[in-house]
């Protein structure tokens, strides 16, 4: 439509319906004179057909009608507030009529086409006469401005870019008065929020489309399609309405992807947007509805450029989605603001169900009588602790018993008990620091994680404070009839009620409710402590020590220690005689290597060894190479560890070398930042110059190569050009990237275990197919880990594969089990 019903249907702050948007219409004074002029041309074409009868062309009439009705929906919007009107298109359907003495005739018939598209496309009776009776001023002022254009020529272009403004002018007229002239920002008085670059290209989209219809109608489609003028018309209407409806369907197109793109974004991203919720919530709504800005605010939107929906992210405040327009142009229309309403529905009940989520994890997670976290909370919360802290950073876990609990449970009942349970954690929580944990992991017991420490004295201290204040005295009202005999429990002490009075001696006593008893409870606890100066490999073993001095208290209660007095017994755990076991093997050099061999499939012989780093500790037995590992870093030892193994792999190279001379080369394990020369970079290329006869092989673990820097790069070429083989460890294993294939100078590709552990799958075979090719072509040597069959091992061969390593051909030995075997075997790659 013309003055369309799109600037009055689309909300400007909440939504509007239809029936308020019609009574606004029929209450101005500009309806009834626009649907006259509406009736009048469709009367007077009545008139006209009834004269020329003989004359008139049913089909291209025909062709108007349906053409009209076809496009009228395409409309181009002029402003940026959605209350402006839009302009259709359809007039430039006209061009093709004759506008003589049929004038009314061609208009009667467009603007009945023009009613019945606007009516099926706003479903309403008023909006759509309204609609049509401004679009039949523009489109009479437009025909009288073409019948007086002539014959085709290029005065043709002057009028059919005048008959265009004419016609726009006449509408926004029309519409500038019926609305106050209120087309400023906010509904002020103006014209600021027309954008004359829209009027500009309205304006040149209908003369364009004006003059292709009446160049192409006298011109091109008489000579190449049709001989018979008087089909001619309906012909060019047809390709007219056509051309035009496919833009219509491609802009609808357009719009609706985008919105289904967007709500499919935002419906498989909020669920899972728990913390940042109204960031994501805008960021979708800014796609889905093509917006300048959405912001989430208390206010609902005022302004004539926003549309908005209450939405609720959070329990305790309700606020709105608003999306904007000021800078585009383009008003919103109905759609956007369903689409909207729905963004603000989903972002709603995604917020809900993370508050619910948080409710039941908070419940799984946390004592319902003391609000303590639970013992699976206490876990997490331990496992987090240790891993996270510095390696000087201590923690401590305190292990508290509630003595004598079950006495107190049954002689006043379980509704004092729980008193005593509320009392004593809210004054263990009261008397910790803020970055201690307390929970409670059973029905007397509490464990509290101490953190930032720096000495066993502090945790003690610690410990000694927060019991002494939870051992206090307090009181409680007991209501049971029955007065309490202080000797029975430990917990008791008990005072008659001042307030009670006694019944006098003259009158017989009633039955009455025993006076409520006040009782005065002093908590006993026994609390175990167990110390950890470094970080912990199993965290839960402090629970395990910290239990054990606590039950180490209630035994000494139980054989006439301290019985009436709080009590704190300190475990010495074991972390820190590990650490201390670690640290003396590494600086006493009593690590040992074992060596795996590395083979040749073609040939079937052993060409290389890789040494892997062991130790077995005389009181604690076999400490794992990852443990050791993980301990040397943390405790600053790491490059002493390597260096140490180096030294030893060399040591042993040499010794193998002097039995099988064909045996060179010799690997060991670090990452890519110690091979600097301020780590193990300059001792490495020492043992190189030192041993020229042997190939030194550093394997550089992919995850260390995460942040390659130049100075690395140049390091590992240098260390090349010593000599040194510089090997990509581990390709392929859990987040491996192709990058690193190429971060770093390299020599050999050794691919995971994990690229062949179903080698029945073609798709496996493929990988390693492709990157023996990948090897091959770049000129690295790729040795294929893990192979521990006879039949791997085949299929590799098929594949193309020319090294490997695994169980297959041996277990990581010691010395002098890899010189037993060579002195039996030599370098036969399998042994039986």
């Known amino acids: 439509m013309a003055a369309t019903s799109r600037g009055t249907e689309t909300p400007t702050a909440l939504p509007v319906g239809s029936l308020q948007i019609a009574q606004r219409i029929t209450r101005s004074y500009f309806f009834l004179p626009v649907s006259l002029v509406a009736l009048v041309v469709v009367v007077l074409g009545a008139v006209q057909v009834a004269a020329f009868a003989a004359s008139v062309d049913l089909l291209y009439l025909i062709a108007l009608f349906a053409s009209t009705a076809l496009v009228t929906d395409f409309r181009l919007p002029v402003g940026r507030l959605s209350s402006l009107p839009s302009v259709s298109t359809s007039v430039a359907l006209l061009a093709t009529a004759s506008l003589g003495d049929q004038f009314f005739i061609a208009v009667g018939v467009w603007v009945l086409g023009f009613f019945c598209g606007a009516l099926f496309n706003s479903r309403n009776l008023v909006i759509s006469v309204y609609a049509t009776g401004v679009a039949s001023l523009g489109a009479l002022v437009w025909s009288l401005v073409m019948c007086v254009a002539g014959p085709v020529g290029w005065q043709t272009i002057v009028f059919a870019v005048a008959a265009s403004a004419a016609y726009m002018l006449v509408i926004l007229l029309v519409e ?39 160049f192409t109608s006298q011109a091109v489609y008489a000579v190449l399609l049709l001989t018979d003028e008087t089909h001619r018309g309906a012909g060019v209407l047809v390709i007219a309405a ?40 805008a960021a979708r709504a800014k796609i889905a509805v093509n917006a300048d800005s959405v912001t989430v605010r208390s206010s609902p939107p005022p302004g004539q450029s926003e549309i908005g929906y209450p939405v609720q992210l959070s329990q305790d405040a309700d606020s709105y989605v608003v999306a904007t327009r000021e800078l585009s142009g383009i008003p919103f229309d109905r759609e956007d603001a369903q689409v909207l309403e729905a963004l603000a529905h989903l972002a709603t009940e995604a917020a809900r169900v993370t508050q619910d989520m948080a409710d039941l994890t908070a419940r799984a997670n946390s004592d319902s009588l003391t609000g303590l976290p639970n013992y699976n909370a206490f876990r997490q919360a331990l496992a987090l602790a240790n891993e996270n802290r ?177 009590t704190i017994n300190i475990s010495p755990h074991r972390s820190a005689r590990i650490n201390d076991i670690v640290a003396d093997a590494i600086d006493n050099e009593n690590l040992t290597v074992a060596f795996q061999p590395i083979v040749n499939l073609v040939e079937n012989r052993i060409w290389a060894f890789e040494a892997l780093v062991r130790y077995t500790d005389p009181e604690l037995g076999v400490i794992s190479p990852g443990a050791l590992v993980e301990r040397a870093k943390s405790l600053g030892r790491m490059d002493a560890l390597t260096r140490q193994v180096m030294a030893k792999a060399v040591a042993g190279a040499r010794a193998i070398q002097l039995i099988e001379p064909s045996i060179a080369t010799i690997a060991v394990n670090l990452e890519v930042g110690q091979i600097v020369d301020a780590h193990v970079g300059a001792f490495a290329k020492d043992l190189a110059k030192r041993h020229p006869a042997l190939s030194l092989c550093l394997e550089l673990n992919e995850r260390s190569l995460r942040h390659v820097t130049d100075e690395l790069r140049a390091q590992a070429q240098s260390l090349r050009e010593l000599g040194i083989i510089i090997a990509l460890d581990d390709y392929g294993s859990e987040n491996s990237s192709v990058g690193s294939l190429v971060r770093i100078p390299m020599d050999i590709l050794k691919l995971d ?75 036969a790659a399998v042994v039986s």
Not at 182 to 209: K, M, N, Q, T, Y
């Open 176 to 214: 500038f008065a019926r609305q106050g002239g209120r087309w400023a920002h906010d509904g002020a008085f103006g014209i600021s929020e027309v954008s004359p670059r829209r009027l500009l290209g309205i304006l040149a989209f209908i003369s364009g489309l004006t003059l292709a219809v009446i």
């Open 753 to 827: 275990r994990s690229l062949i552990d179903d080698l029945g799958d073609n798709r496996q075979r493929e990988v390693v197919k492709a990157l023996q090719g990948f090897s091959d072509a770049l000129d690295y040597l790729t040795i294929v880990e893990g192979i521990e069959s006879a039949e791997t091992a085949a299929i590799l061969r098929r594949v193309g594969v020319r090294n490997a390593q695994g169980f297959y051909y041996g277990m990581p030995a010691s010395y002098q089990d890899v010189i037993t075997r060579l002195h039996k075997f030599g370098t």
């Open 242 to 281: 056509a051309i035009i409806f496919g833009l219509s369907r491609v802009r609808q197109l357009r719009g609706l992807q985008r919105r289904i793109t967007g709500l499919t974004d935002a419906a498989l991203a909020l669920p899972w947007s728990h913390d940042d919720l109204e960031q994501t919530l």
């Open 390 to 566: 510095p390696y000087s950073g201590a923690i401590a876990v305190l292990f508290i018993d509630l003595d004598s609990f079950k006495q107190l449970n049954d002689r006043h009942g379980h509704h004092v008990g729980d008193q005593m349970l509320v009392t004593v954690a809210e004054r263990l929580k009261a008397n910790t620091r803020s970055h201690d944990i307390v929970a409670r992991i059973g029905g007397d017991e509490f464990v509290i994680i101490l953190t930032s420490l720096k000495s066993l004295a502090e945790a003690k201290a610690l410990a000694e404070r927060v019991t002494e204040k939870a051992s206090e005295p307090f009181t409680v009202t007991d209501p049971a009839t029955t007065p309490a005999d202080p000797t029975d429990n430990p917990f008791v002490t008990a005072h008659a009620d001042p307030a009670a009075k006694e019944a006098p001696a003259a009158q017989p006593a009633p039955p009455t409710v025993a006076p409520p008893q006040t009782i005065e409870l002093r908590p006993l606890l026994s609390v175990g402590l167990a110390y950890s100066a470094h970080r912990e490999t199993d965290a839960a073993s402090l629970v395990v020590d910290a239990d054990r001095s606590m039950l180490a208290v209630k035994r000494s209660r139980r054989h006439g220690g301290p019985g009436s007095d709080s």
